[in-house]
């Protein structure tokens, strides 16, 4: 059982000043792992103050040295890769091979990456007599969702830490001790007292406290849109700068000349993914209509190589869901695609054959989808894929950007022409063309109700400074 009941304040492991505390479950066994405390709103003002004391000293850091800290907290990163596999495993459920290709690696990347970007950053310009300085924000409140525990928060911790922001990090509690092992590796690679804190909680309490918190500068949020728009509610009253990254439904747009098996492979590896717990997962597949047929067939003889289990077994790239209620939700969104006349085309309602035990849902196809359905518009946050056939490449743009959000959007195929106009077309802050490997330099954020702000490299420690003009400056 692992005890993890002492918040990371100022430098130091210290009791909550409450006694609540919530177990943590491992989704695949339904069973629980351990427990963390529910931290007080006296927790937070602790943070919150240690934090402030630190940003005096931290923000007038050079960037010389907030990149070696980086590259330090990487390498004490690697040195506990086997730890962080272990405990993201057993939290979210994400198979083991999955895990260290995706949750450990991006983690990873985004530290090393800041840093290379770190030294190249210009915190001043000159404009004549004008000097124009970028400086640390001040203490930066991060909020972190459970689907990615390592990633969400690395890429706000390194941006934060670059521009010499001061932190308070509240993460998900259901995911919860990736970021306590962060908080050792913070530890352990030289990170001054009060710049890094941590704070375990709830939404209602630390998640409100952070947002509200007259000490903080700065809410970075990535999570549901609903509680984006409470954050930015309760940031409005005392002006905070809100950065929101939020949900998605994109769309996988395939062209008439792509390979249709290829096409297929791309199509239910974006959907299954981390069980479909992915803000990016492309869960639109829009297909002419005359490959329809055959791109059915090449799906269900896809599918079934993604095997679902256990998420220790090397061989299973799709775990249960993180949560009970994560189950629900998804079985409630495969009946009301039923119910609105969807197609069923693989997959379904109940647990696979076999994984009685653990959050585990079937990876599901419908076709003859319209993306007027519930099913088209609402993010399910499950292995859900709805195929939604298009006649001629405008009408598939059309389709593909009548959504609310615009996290993100792909394009499948060969003609270049068409590769582009797509890509250029679609209204999403990231467009990926035929598979194209991770960028951790390339910005990371939403259009429309998909969010406010950038994440990743350069432009994620932009996102953590006040930028100040001085006029008639001597140089
Ligand atoms: P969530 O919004 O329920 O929770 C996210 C975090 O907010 C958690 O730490 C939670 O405790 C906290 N929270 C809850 N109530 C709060 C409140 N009133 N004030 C402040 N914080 C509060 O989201 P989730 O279920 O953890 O994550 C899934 C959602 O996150 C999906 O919609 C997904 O698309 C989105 N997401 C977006 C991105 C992105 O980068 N755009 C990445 C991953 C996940």
Redesign the pocket.
């Known amino acids: 059982m692992r005890n993890y009941t002492k918040h990371y304040i100022n430098g130091e492991w210290v009791e909550s000043t409450g006694s609540e505390t919530e177990d943590v479950i491992n989704p695949a066994a339904e069973e629980v792992t351990g427990r963390i405390s529910m931290g007080t709103q006296e927790d937070l003002d602790r943070a919150v103050q240690a934090a402030r004391d630190a940003f005096p000293s931290f923000s007038t850091t050079t960037k010389e040295y907030r990149a070696e800290l980086l590259e330090n907290i990487a390498k004490e990163y690697e040195n506990r890769k086997d730890d962080l596999i272990e405990v993201i495993t057993e939290e979210l459920g994400s198979p083991v091979s999955m895990t260290e290709k995706v949750h450990y690696n991006m983690g990873l990347q985004h530290f090393k990456e800041t840093a290379k970007q770190l030294r190249d950053f210009e915190f001043t310009e000159r404009r004549g007599e004008t000097l124009i300085a970028k400086e640390p924000i001040g203490v930066s409140g991060l909020?972190?969702?459970?689907?990615?525990p390592t990633?969400?928060t690395s890429t706000k911790l390194a941006g934060a830490l670059a521009a010499g922001s001061t932190v308070v990090l509240?993460?998900?509690?259901?995911t919860p001790y990736a970021a306590i092992l962060l908080a050792e590796i913070f530890e352990k690679a030289g990170v001054p007292k009060g710049v890094f804190n941590l704070v375990n909680?709830?939404?209602?309490t630390?998640?409100?406290g952070?947002?509200s918190h007259p000490g903080i500068d700065l809410v970075s949020?990535?999570?549901?849109?609903?509680?984006?728009q409470?954050?930015s509610e309760?940031a409005a009253k005392t002006i905070k700068k809100v950065a929101?990254?939020?949900?998605?439904k994109s769309p996988l747009v395939i062209l008439d000349d792509a390979d249709v098996e290829k096409a297929a492979k791309t199509a239910v590896s974006n959907v299954v993914m981390n069980t479909g717990?992915?803000?990016?997962a492309a869960t639109r597949t829009l297909v002419p209509r005359s490959m329809h047929e055959a791109f059915i067939e090449a799906v269900k003889e896809v599918l079934p190589k993604f095997r679902v289990g256990d998420p220790k077994d090397e061989n299973n790239v799709v775990g249960p869901l993180v949560a009970q209620k994560?189950w629900d939700r998804v079985q409630g969104y495969i009946e009301k695609g039923m119910e609105e006349g969807a197609t069923l085309v693989a997959g379904g309602t109940g647990k696979p054959e076999g994984l009685e035990e653990g959050y585990y849902v079937k990876p599901t196809v419908f076709t003859d989808v319209r993306n007027d359905m519930v099913i088209a518009q609402e993010?399910i946050?499950g292995p859900v894929m709805s195929i939604i056939t298009y006649d001629d490449i405008d009408e598939a743009i059309e389709i593909a950007n009548d959504t609310v959000y615009g996290?993100a959007g792909y394009v499948f195929g060969e003609d270049e022409e068409k590769l582009k106009k797509v890509a250029a077309s679609l209204q999403a802050g990231r467009i990926t063309v035929n598979n194209a490997k991770a960028d951790f330099s390339a910005p990371?954020?939403?259009y429309k109700e998909?969010?406010v702000g950038r994440?990743w490299g350069d432009y994620g420690i932009e996102e953590y400074l006040e930028v100040k003009a001085i006029l008639g400056m001597p140089s």
């Open positions: 909020i972190t969702p459970w689907n990615f990633n969400q509240k993460p998900a509690e259901l909680g709830s939404g209602e630390i998640g409100n952070i947002s949020f990535t999570g549901s849109g609903a509680v984006g409470k954050v309760n929101l990254e939020l949900g998605g717990q992915v803000c990016t994560q993010e946050f996290l990371f954020g939403g998909s969010g994440e």
